[in-house]
């Protein structure tokens, strides 16, 4: 995934994500047989599934439907991974990669459960909040994420990944995630050194999500030639 990210021209990571704790229901109808594999026809460089039920109305299944509905590019196991027992059931349905939340684990826990997932095959997005968890970089993280929404209040600010940019470290794959809805955002936030960023709600939102994304990442491609001129 970290790779896929690297070398695509947009690093764009769709998510598919029916349900929010603080929207509610999205797309309720959404199926994970459809919407994922159109994602990917439609230049996403990566997926994100929401693999939680109680606040996200996902399931482990909906990773299997993916790839059984002609899904090959690297999926994210998004999950409140707490427990090795889900980095198993990350494995075992098809994800490339999971996310560990930093402010939900230990660092010493979150240290075991990435080794666990690296034995397994499985790369991980270690996702951060603020500077006061910069000490999780120190993991060295296939991807390091940094996440716009509070996980408190759930606004969303940008702001908080530029903030953090010149922080992190230089090396390695650094994801934006959440509260991304334009290209412009995307090629400032390239330019600050990200490579991923992951989007959900914008395109879930849509009538029609992979047409939404297919939009983005031409009006991201325009944006990127004018600048070339």
Not at 35 to 60: C, E, H, M, W
Not at 116 to 141: F, K, N
Not at 202 to 215: E, G, V
């Amino acid at each position: 995934m970290s790779r896929a990210l690297a070398d695509s021209r947009s690093g764009i990571i769709a998510e598919f994500k029916r349900r929010s704790p603080s929207k509610g229901w999205i797309r309720q109808d959404g199926r994970a047989d459809c919407i994922p594999v159109a994602y990917q026809r439609n230049g996403a460089a990566a997926l994100s599934i929401l693999t939680d039920q109680k606040y996200f109305g996902g399931q482990d299944d909906y990773i299997a439907e993916a790839r059984l509905s002609g899904v090959s590019i690297p999926i994210l196991y998004k999950n409140f991974v707490v427990d090795e027992y889900q980095i198993f059931q990350a494995r075992k349905c098809g994800a490339s990669a999971v996310l560990l939340i930093a402010a939900a684990l230990p660092l010493k826990q979150c240290r075991q459960l990435l080794h666990t997932a690296h034995q397994l095959g499985l790369e991980v997005l270690l996702e951060i909040h603020g500077e006061g968890e910069l000490d999780y970089a120190e993991l060295e993280p296939d991807m390091l994420g940094v996440n716009n929404r509070h996980l408190g209040t759930f606004v969303t600010d940008v702001k908080v990944s530029f903030d953090i940019a010149g922080k992190l470290p230089r090396e390695g794959c650094k994801v934006s995630e959440s509260g991304i809805s334009n290209p412009e955002t995307v090629a400032d936030l390239r330019a600050a050194g990200f490579k991923g960023f992951l989007m959900g709600e914008f395109f879930m939102k849509n009538a029609n999500p992979a047409t939404a994304l297919y939009d983005f990442i031409r009006d991201l491609d325009n944006k990127s030639s004018i600048e070339a001129v």
